[in-house]
């Protein structure tokens, strides 16, 4: 958001670890939510609730990429503008396009709660609902990052040419088709915190709804609660950078919480779910008796061939032994036969 970029090592390093911090947290993120999908996801509020999370965290895993390879790409080609150019574009399109969808992702978690909250009596389907999710989370975010680059890239104002991969200020404030929508959400969000506490307060989230609802709206108020100011904080920051661009203090901590979103939609967003958690705990106690059992399956298998080769090398003794003692049966009678005979 800044909107004068230097080079600075300290600031490149604290980008790079939070970032890989992050990336790191959102794969987590999503291998836990497809772990628990089923269990976590049996009424309407519960699935929308998930459907928001999974897709904040792709689109903010997909947007750090981008942003790793917009990096790359300014390295790389730092001296040959022509080479650079075409491929920032691309770049900072796809940034500007994931950035905000984790943004309107957000959004329609913060609408999910007003509607549990508000329309108690109302049942919207589950269709209905990931229509309105997907064409808010993406259509918007697609149609903000064309409009911004089709009336600004004809021009040469679109990205910030050797600076870095990302939206010009100083010839288009192109930046502002970020800044406005982010802050304008994170706004929308802390009303949202606001009309549902208030609520709240008076009789509760949803006390004609059902208790599967009821939970997961509290799930959902928990989340926005602590996502709302902490982004608000980061991204307050932000416009710090971008009034007082030269303040390495203001730039070093907003690094560092920016760079970390991924961590913490991981601990407040997922992890902060107790069906998440006890989906989880269900998930490798079963994994653990199952391989119990099959350890046990093996040893008793184990055991039984043990036994039935003990049992085996027996009969063949016995066989034997019959065999030896019938043999020496007629020799004795035959020899018996012939002394009688010698007498005679």
Known sequence: ????????????????????????????????EACVWKPVTRNNTSYM????????????LIADIWFII?????????????????????ATFFIHFFYLSMFFWMLISALLLLYRTVMVFSHMSKSIMLAIGFSVGYGAPLIIAVVTIASTASSGGYINGKQACW???????????????????????FLVLIVVLYKMLRR??????????????????????????LFGLTWGLGVGTMVNPK??????????????????ILMFGTLLDNKVRAALA??????GSSSDRTRSTSSDAVAASSSTSALDHLRRRIRRNAYNVSEAAPSSSSNAANESFINT
């Open 282 to 287: 269900t998930r490798f106690s079963s994994i």
């Open 49 to 60: 609730r998930h459907v928001s999370i999974v897709n904040i965290a792709v689109s903010l």
């Open 204 to 229: 509760g989230v949803g006390d004609t709804s059902q208790q599967n609802d009821r939970n997961a709206a509290m799930v959902i108020a928990r989340c926005l609660a602590i996502l709302t100011p």
């Open 247 to 264: 303040n390495r203090e203001i730039q070093i901590v907003f690094v560092l919480f920016n760079s970390l979103q991924g961590f913490f």
């Open 1 to 32: 958001m800044s909107t004068s970029i230097e080079p600075d090592p300290k600031l490149d390093l604290i980008t790079y670890i939070g970032v890989g911090i992050s990336m790191a947290s959102l794969v987590v993120c999503l291998i836990i």
């Open 70 to 90: 917009g990096a790359s790409i300014i390295e790389a080609g730092f001296h040959n503008s022509t080479t650079i150019i075409p491929a920032c574009t691309a």
């Open 167 to 189: 939206l010009n200020w100083t010839k288009t404030m192109a930046l502002l088709a970020f800044v406005i929508p982010a802050l304008a959400i994170v706004l929308i969000n």
